[in-house]
């Protein structure tokens, strides 16, 4: 825990050398940063269960394409009220983290395979029901013009700020999910089985562990907090763009990496995916105040990945 | 899945089409093969819904569509496909310039008509090349705005992946349309052509300057999202926000829902593509390169479909 704050705290000292006149002191700059934070916080959440049973799941991007798109057309395109299609689009996600467990537990295919191949399909899905294009306020009426309709008020909700607008609601329910993670990964029986799975499967299944229904269901969990995380990325741009959440599986493995949680199974905590993801959040605000050229930006990330995985390093590996 | 289905039928159509088929009318029906490199992104969805339009007004027309889904030797295997299965034409909007000159020099050679489409290839071994100038979109959108900021305005660039040569010349553009007016960029970031990205870096010129009176994305998503980073800090009321593409679905709607203020076209070619098709089909000369122009549209001229650039 200490080792993963002081890569956030490498980062925070970063912002206040390059402070960019004053801009990373403002409130609304801590707050922007916990909000594109946010959307990588969720995936990162539901990836640390699956990393911790020695697993990877490279589908949640996609995942977010697609829940993104299906609960836009079910909002804005039919107008369902919150109690519907939220739980739907959740579903969705759900049954697609179903598959990918189920693909890892029975044919017992690789985790990379098996959800290399949900990451593939969950995208091909994206761009079917959408037709290949954006999901937005403008309704195709079919004879090439176009309808209009209003932002839906949960859209705006999601996307609304509390506290005075301090702080962002995609923030708390990013706060939210993990604190639930955290608590079923530290307290609950399935938790502590996802440590014994990671740690040794075998030795697990031999103490009569339910090894496949735990694992399932990590998965499963794992597809919902993407199912969430493309809620919440529909509603921060106003559409459902079936091209969203491209390669953003690859920067929640780094915040659970950055943190700590190893990556081959049987160690890591939320609290650690936590500070994983303020500090991503953190770097790319900074990058972005001081308007840092893009390739600048790459290299630096790359640098700063690595030297947060030293610090936190154990000494024997 | 409906991409291989489309591929299939178009597999299963050139196998059943010999070059004589004939409509009810009993006018000759020409296979038209149609190679896009990538379905991706919205305004190359726009491109093939252009050209299908555009067919479907002739009769004597058939479109076979391939999509090589941003893989330059896919594409490449699209255009060879098409010559050994002698459609009468081929449109191709390529998806890099070196790769895939020598197959469309191949189907020249063949004497099948090449129209290209956006991205030129090399040498001058093709029929025609149909595409837009961003430099000119860049440059007009620098004096639109130029002609509604005062001097000593504060603009915000949200520019687009700047290793490619779109978002090059857009930029390059734009500062040649505001050179010498006064008018200073005061932020500029590579949103790499994408909203969340757009919004994010917003966010950042927000917290970074306390006056901002415009912002120019390289793409109407762009400016989309730098309006919503605007709103919700909200102070969208003293900027004006202008976008590239001009989508129907996109910036267009954009602009008649009072987000954009304005978004300069940048035209996918389809309609021309098909009419320079019949052209050459009917046995007239075209001219080796057709520059598309732009248009603008504002809130004021949307409805009456936009306004034509000069």
Known sequence: ??????????????????????????????????????????????????????????????????????????????????????????????????????????????????????????????????????????????????????????????????????????????????????????????????????????????????VRRSKLLAYVACGLCAAVAGICQAAQEQQGDPEAGGGYELTAIAIVVIGGTNLMGGRGHMGLTLLGTITIGYLEKILSINAVPEAGRLMLTGVILVAAVLTQRRRRF | MHRYFLTFLAAVLLAGCSRSVSNPAGEKVFTVGMSQCNLGEPWRVQMNADIEAAAKKHSNLRMVFKDAQNDTLKQRAHIEELVSAGVDAIIVSPKESQPLTEPVAKAYQAKIPVIVLDRAVQGDDFTCFIGADNKKIGKAAGEWLRNRLGPKAT????????????????????????????????????????????????????????????????????????????????????????????????????????????????????????????????????????????????????????????
């Open chain 1, 1 to 210: 825990m200490l080792r993963a704050a002081v890569a956030l705290l490498i980062v925070i000292l970063l912002g206040m050398a390059f402070h960019a006149d004053g801009a990373f002191y403002k409130v609304g700059t801590h707050r922007d940063a916990l909000r594109q934070a946010s959307v990588y916080g969720i995936l990162a959440c539901g990836m640390t269960l699956v990393i911790v049973t020695g697993g990877i799941d490279l589908a949640v991007g996609s995942i977010v394409g697609f829940t993104a798109v299906c609960f836009s057309m079910m909002t804005i395109w039919w107008s369902w009220p919150w109690w519907i299609s939220v739980p739907s689009a959740l579903a969705i996600g759900a049954a697609c983290g179903a598959v990918s467990g189920a693909l890892v537990v029975w044919p017992r295919l690789q985790p990379f395979i098996a959800t290399l191949a949900m990451m593939v399909f969950a995208r091909g899905m994206a761009k079917t029901v959408s037709g290949g294009v954006k999901v937005s306020t403008a309704l195709p009426t079919g004879d090439g013009t176009f309808r209009y309709v209003q932002v839906p008020e949960l859209f705006r909700t999601i996307d609304s700020r509390i506290l005075f607008g301090n702080l962002s609601m995609v923030t708390v329910v990013f706060l939210a999910i993990a604190a639930a993670a955290g608590v079923l990964l530290a307290r609950h029986i399935w938790g502590r089985d996802l440590y014994a799975i990671g740690g040794n499967e075998e030795a697990a299944r031999l103490s009569g562990l339910a």
């Open chain 2, 155 to 310: 603009v915000v660039e949200l520019k687009g992946l700047m290793t490619s040569v779109p978002g090059q010349d857009r930029n390059q553009g734009f500062r040649a349309g505001i050179e010498g007016s006064g008018i200073h960029v005061a932020f500029e970031a590579d949103m790499k052509w994408l909203e969340p990205d757009a919004r994010k870096e917003m966010e950042s010129a927000l917290a970074r300057l306390s006056r901002i009176d415009a912002v120019y994305a390289h793409n109407d998503p762009g400016a989309h999202g730098a309006y919503l980073a605007a709103k919700a800090a909200n102070r969208h009321r003293e900027m004006i926000f202008v976008g590239i593409d001009a989508l129907p679905h996109e910036g267009i709607a954009y602009v008649k829902q009072g987000i954009l203020n304005a978004t300069f076209q940048y035209p996918t070619g389809g309609a021309e593509a098909i009419e320079t098709v019949l052209k050459i089909l009917g046995g007239q000369q075209v001219p080796k390169t057709i520059v598309l122009g732009s248009r603008v549209f504002t809130a004021e001229n949307a409805d009456q479909g936009g306004e034509s650039l000069p």
